[in-house]
């Protein structure tokens, strides 16, 4: 099994809060991670309709079975254990009592703001890191291999084929799961709508367009967005508001969850086909942000990420934010180093008039570099960069 680097936020915050909950899209190691955490608490599954209609017709019973605590797995199926919950652990201020997991931010989050506020830690669980496929000596030898297989824990723990489970998992939990919650009866629209979003990769995110191109108004393209990203299908990354003068583009940047998942929807079904694939570059750039996004999480932290963009087009594809600072980073799909790789580095750090213009490049090669006052940084080593923030 592939150690998670969540796992010492979850123990660290079970020494402090009496639940804890995990939170993150399907199939991505949140039941494992428990388990493995807290391998002496029962487990109950909130998917098995036995204990969930339990739950439903007597939640103080069914929670007076666990005075020591329990794992409660996908607990948004029954809200109405969020305030039952509430009333137990407040009798018992036990740290760690409770595990509670959810893959959809809306159920989850929305019963812990109601009934546990001040009660609980969480940790989002996002599919592996290249960090902790690297410790694991599972990180492919390949960049493309590893942005058409993606991080889903089953596709580097089982011998699967990436276009059967990915097939399985769009069909299974975007196609129905999601689409019930918002209660689509149009499938066509809805599987159109999502791979619009997947060509949509890097860009800045215009809803007008997007809706557009799907038949749909805008305000569904929104609503429907609003859930995918609730649901850790999607990402929207949103641009810095410092403008150093010079008007700045406040669109958000789309971003898929996981390369693999993303590339499936593009319809990339072999691994060659990245190679001269016009949505190569972008799905780089995914991959490297939501790695950033990953280590974040990992710690316990909230991204605190940005890109930045001003009106004549120059652009930081990502600021990291650590203690009040800015550090750019710039990505390229490319294995070799091209002369303006790193202009627009050096030009954002002139105009933010920082004392340290370091910056870094993070590329599809294999070399770590320098140019100047920028680290050029192979992907492999983005781990490592990430330790740095």
């Known amino acids: 099994m592939i150690t998670r680097s969540a796992q010492d936020t979850l123990l660290r915050l079970a020494k402090g809060f009496p639940i804890l909950a ?3 899209p399907r199939q991505a190691g949140k039941t494992t991670l428990a388990k493995v955490s807290f391998p002496d608490k029962p487990y109950l599954s909130l998917e098995d309709p036995d204990v969930r209609e339990l739950a439903e017709r007597d939640p103080r019973g069914l929670l007076a079975q666990f005075r020591n605590g329990a794992i409660l797995d996908e607990i948004q199926r029954t809200p109405r254990l969020f305030s039952y919950l509430q009333t137990q652990v407040d009798e018992d201020l036990r740290p760690g009592s409770f ?6 931010q809306f159920g989850l989050l929305s019963g812990i703001s109601q009934s546990l506020a001040g009660r609980v830690g969480l940790v989002q669980l996002l599919p592996f890191s ?6 694991a000596g599972r990180l492919p030898e390949h960049l ?35 689409r019930q919650l918002l209660a689509v009866r149009d499938l066509s629209t809805f ?58 583009v406040k669109t958000p940047k789309l971003y898929f969850c996981d390369t693999g998942l993303a590339a499936w ?24 942000i939501m790695d950033f996004v990953k280590s974040r999480f990992n710690q316990g932290n909230p991204p605190d990420l940005h890109f930045w963009r001003d009106s004549q087009g120059l652009e930081v594809d990502l600021l990291v934010e650590k203690a009040g600072a800015l550090h750019p980073v710039e990505i390229k799909s490319g294995q070799t180093i091209a002369a303006d790789f790193c202009t627009a580095l050096q030009k954002w750090n002139g105009l933010a008039g920082r004392p ?34």
Not at 99 to 104: I, K, P
Not at 130 to 135: F, V, Y
Not at 265 to 286: S, Y
Request: with cysteine; aromatic share 10%; net charge negative.
């Open 22 to 24: 995990l939170t993150g």
């Open 356 to 389: 340290d213009p370091t910056g870094w490049l993070v590329y599809g090669g294999e070399r770590r570099l320098r140019h100047g006052a920028v680290e050029i940084v192979p992907w492999r080593e983005l781990p490592e960069l990430e330790e740095r923030f």
């Open 130 to 135: 290249l960090g902790e496929m690297k410790a």
């Open 191 to 248: 599987q159109r709508f999502i791979r619009m979003c997947a060509a949509r990769i890097g860009q800045l995110l215009n809803l007008s367009s997007l809706a557009a191109d799907c038949g749909i108004t805008k305000n569904t393209a929104e609503a429907w967005l609003s859930v995918l990203e609730a649901s850790y299908i999607v990402m929207v990354l949103r641009p810095h508001h410092q403008n150093f003068n010079k008007r700045l």
């Open 99 to 104: 595990v509670l997991t959810g893959s959809q």
């Open 265 to 288: 929807l593009l319809g990339i079904r072999d691994v060659g086909q990245l190679a001269f694939h016009a949505q190569r570059g972008p799905l780089f750039e995914n991959l490297v």
């Open 144 to 178: 493309d291999e590893c942005l058409f297989r993606g991080a889903f824990p089953p596709l580097h723990d089982r011998d699967l084929a990436p276009n059967d489970w990915l097939g399985s998992y769009v069909a299974t939990y975007v196609e129905r799961d999601v």
